[in-house]
């Protein structure tokens, strides 16, 4: 995920292009976004700031 971290939505796509060539590069963009962004949310909900353990929710 290092990669996808320092990358944009736009680099991940053109690294990706040659397997999905059927595929516009401006559609693989956005759904190369979309992931990410899903990524991201994923992590945020599975490790929340300030909780120890991975895999629950930070209670407040």
């Known amino acids: 995920m290092d990669y ?3 990358h944009s ?9 040659p397997q999905f060539q ?6 693989l963009t956005i759904i190369g976004g979309r992931e990410v962004a899903a990524w991201h949310l994923h992590q945020l909900y599975t490790n929340p700031p300030g909780q120890s353990k991975p895999g629950g929710f930070l209670l407040i």
């Open 4 to 6: 996808v971290n320092s």
């Open 9 to 17: 939505a736009e680099e991940i796509a053109k690294t990706s292009q």
């Open 22 to 27: 059927e595929t516009p590069l401006d559609k």
